[in-house]
T-cell receptor
Framework: ETGVTQSPTHLIKTRGQQVTLRCSSQ?????VSWYQQALGQGPQFIFQ???????GRGNFPPRFSGLQFPNYSSELNVNALELDDSALYLC????????????FGPGTRLTVT | EDQVTQSPEALRLQEGESSSLNCSYT??????LFWYRQDPGKGPEFLFT???AGEEKEKERLKATLTKKESFLHITAPKPEDSATYLC??????????FGGGTRVLVKP
């Protein structure tokens, strides 16, 4: 059984650019959630995808968007990057119906300069 | 709005010195309280889920308990490898986990 994987590990972007982060779910999981974790803080919910549709969203602006693919992998896209977007971006997968237990990937560290 | 507060923010322990971490929460209709462990630069690692007041879960030196307003994570006779940030999260209505700020635990040999 493979765990949740994310790519890339690290990324440096310039303010105003766009970025795409990728996530592969744990085997057997059909629900993917994305979180943003600033340094020294707990993760904050961005949104969740189930059956390729957004299934809940936190307090993040529309420039944060996502996709889920038929194989349950997922992408997080952020447009018009701002300095405050610098953070660890975490993907978590779960089984719908058991979506209380979310299993996290290692994260992508995004630095915006 | 769901709120989760963890205390203390940081905890320094000697190896073998037992202690407890606190997670206080305010939610409408708790559907689960979760504990995670996070090592520096890594994603959170799932530890426990608690669903109702009075419930307890144990794993090695860790024991989690739940009341109607808070949860405790007890660390018994900790070892240096227990050093990490421990995160508490709650799930109410909807599909998100709301996390606290975490407790950074350092266990010195």
């Amino acid at each position: 059984e493979t765990g949740v994987t994310q790519s890339p590990t690290h990324l440096i972007k310039t303010r105003g650019q766009q970025v795409t982060l990728r996530c592969s779910s744990q085997s057997g999981h059909n629900t993917v959630s994305w979180y943003q974790q600033a340094l020294g803080q707990g993760p904050q919910f961005i949104f969740q995808y189930y059956r390729e549709e957004e299934n809940g969203r936190g307090n993040f602006p529309p420039r944060f968007s996502g996709l889920q693919f038929p194989n349950y992998s997922s992408e997080l896209n952020v447009n018009a990057l701002e300095l405050d977007d610098s953070a660890l971006y975490l993907c978590a997968s779960s089984e719908k119906g058991r979506d209380y237990e979310q299993y996290f990937g290692p994260g992508t560290r995004l630095t915006v300069t | 709005e769901d709120q989760v507060t963890q205390s203390p923010e940081a905890l320094r322990l000697q190896e073998g010195e037992s202690s407890s971490l606190n997670c206080s929460y305010t939610v409408s209709g708790l559907r689960g309280l979760f504990w995670y462990r996070q090592d520096p630069g890594k994603g959170p690692e799932f530890l426990f889920t608690l669903y109702s007041a009075g419930e307890e879960k144990e794993k090695e030196r860790l024991k989690a308990t739940l009341t109607k307003k808070e949860s405790f994570l007890h660390i018994t006779a900790p070892k240096p490898e227990d050093s990490a940030t421990y995160l508490c999260a709650v799930k109410a209505a909807g599909n998100k986990l709301t996390f606290g700020g975490g407790t950074r635990v350092l266990v010195k040999p």
